[in-house]
């Protein structure tokens, strides 16, 4: 299919860890990419091809894909880290780009 | 400073048009190609079009296909989105964004965006 699913709506606790994931036959073929999002700004990128982060994004975001499910952590997560993530890829003829829906997460 | 800066966006009527700009500063221009990516109230994000860095193709989200295109002016480091027969469902913050890597890469990574621009299409 050419689309993207992300989990529903996701609370950590200050200092906890939470994974994230983006589901679509997509990911067989093409890296996800995940982005955060807050009110008002622009969204950010925090993790690219297998697992690798911009700079100034902390450790504690990493990302792995297995098989059709790219999953995104925050280990230690902080307040600053509450926001929406989105996962992208594209689709199968790599022309189009996806965005999955989304998934808010609450610190 | 590399920055992208969306200009262009407003309240439109139902079939009517607006073309957004996207004028960049701080990189070499010419050598990436350029997407437009929108996020209708209360939604997700969605993906619109991509223009290649010297203009020769561009590809486009079904919901758009036909009455948006995308362009590109390089003497003027500026990306166009020209959109026609716009619908109520077009009504988003559009962005304009930057993918991480040059010329014949194509990605869906992106390094770079704008602040966002909104077009309203309401009677």
């Known amino acids: 299919s050419s689309e993207l699913t992300q989990d529903p709506p996701v609370s950590v606790a200050l200092g906890q860890t939470v994974r994230i994931t983006c589901q679509g036959d997509?990911?067989?073929?093409?890296?996800a990419t995940w982005y955060q999002h807050k009110p008002g700004q622009a969204p950010k990128l925090v993790m690219y091809d297998r697992n690798d982060r911009p700079s100034g994004i902390p450790d504690r975001f990493s990302g792995s894909t297995s098989r059709s499910t790219a999953s995104l952590t925050i280990t230690g997560a902080q307040a600053e880290d509450e926001g929406d993530y989105y996962c992208?890829?594209?689709?199968?003829?790599?022309?189009?780009?996806?965005f999955g829906g989304g998934t808010k997460v609450t610190v | 400073q590399v920055q992208l800066m969306e200009s262009g966006g407003g309240v439109v009527q139902p079939g009517k048009s607006l073309r957004l700009s996207c004028a960049a500063s701080?990189?070499?221009?010419?050598?990436?190609?350029f997407h437009w990516v929108r996020q209708a109230p209360g939604k997700g994000l969605e993906w619109v079009a991509v223009v290649s860095y010297d203009g020769t193709n561009d590809f486009y989200a079904d919901s758009v296909k036909g009455r948006f295109t995308i362009s590109r002016d390089n003497s003027e480091n500026t990306v166009y989105l020209q959109m026609n027969s716009l619908r109520p469902e077009d009504t988003a913050v559009y962005y304009c964004?930057?993918?991480?890597?040059?010329?014949?890469?194509?990605?869906?990574?992106?390094?770079?965006w704008g602040q966002g621009t909104l077009v309203t299409v309401s009677a």
């Open positions: 701080g990189f070499a221009f010419s050598s990436y190609a």
């Open positions: 992208n890829s594209r689709d199968r003829s790599g022309q189009r780009v996806l």
């Open positions: 997509s990911l067989r073929n093409f890296y």
């Open positions: 964004a930057r993918p991480y890597c040059v010329r014949d890469c194509y990605s869906h990574t992106y390094d770079i």
